[in-house]
């Protein structure tokens, strides 16, 4: 919903052009003709809101957050290009009321678009979330004196070419020639182009077909099974 939503619970108020307040979700924001900012809670304007974001995805777009994430929570074909337009329309009433453009902003679709609305209403600093947390946990470091590097995630796939973690750990771990092994649930379209990118190996935790519920319900046996297999492969003399 662009961020809407958390913008209405902070007191923003989104009004149609009879003047009404419209509903909640991305479906009522072509509704949008005005935004009324005085009733947002004062205590936001002392807040200095920084965002972790994994992804880069646009507000709109063949890589936004209609089309990248809509599809994974159910959103059919059409409710996507509905979405987007959508997300398009308020873009443009922010550009019109605020004098922001979010539209093009590299990690302002994260999250169905909650970094727009964040840096549109609270001038939020969008970072990247693998590296502010690495910085914060002084991860180089621990990288440097490492053997080897285990990383994973849900699901493997283009998505990890846009900042997420995998990622974030490969390119530090390339800088200092450490091997990088992924550990996912499924291996999906595109994994593949993250050879490139610094990691040497994947697996997928899944070793017989079955269904999602029983990959989820199985996961501590089949991981430690995988980082059994991998790990005798790797000390193998």
Request: charged share 25%.
């Amino acid at each position: 919903d662009g961020g809407v939503g958390m913008a209405q619970a902070l007191g923003i108020r989104f009004l149609d052009k009879e003047g009404n307040q419209i509903g909640f979700g991305g479906g009522e924001l072509y509704k949008i003709t005005k935004i009324d900012t005085s009733w947002l809670d004062q205590r936001i304007k002392d807040t200095i809101i920084t965002i972790a974001s994994d992804v880069k995805n646009t507000l709109c777009g063949p890589n936004g957050a209609s089309a990248v994430y809509g599809p994974q929570k159910g959103a059919t074909p059409e409710m996507v290009e509905i979405l987007d337009m959508n997300l398009k329309h308020f873009a443009f009433i922010i550009q019109k009321q605020l004098g922001k453009d979010i539209l093009n902003i590299p990690g302002a679709g994260a999250a169905g678009g909650l970094g727009a609305a964040l840096i549109a209403f609270f001038d939020a600093e969008l970072n990247s979330g693998i590296e502010l947390v690495m910085e914060l946990v002084k991860l180089e470091e621990k990288i440097k004196d490492a053997d080897v590097v285990i990383t994973g995630e849900g699901s493997t796939d283009y998505q990890t070419l846009y900042g997420k973690v995998p990622l974030g750990l490969a390119k530090i771990a390339k800088k200092h020639n450490k091997p990088v092994v992924c550990i996912s649930g499924a291996l999906e379209k595109g994994y593949d182009k993250l050879y490139d990118e610094g990691i040497n190996a994947f697996f997928s935790i899944v070793n017989r077909p079955m269904s999602l519920e029983e990959a989820i319900n199985m996961s501590d046996e089949l991981l430690e099974r995988i980082s059994k297999d991998i790990f005798n492969v790797y000390f193998l003399e």
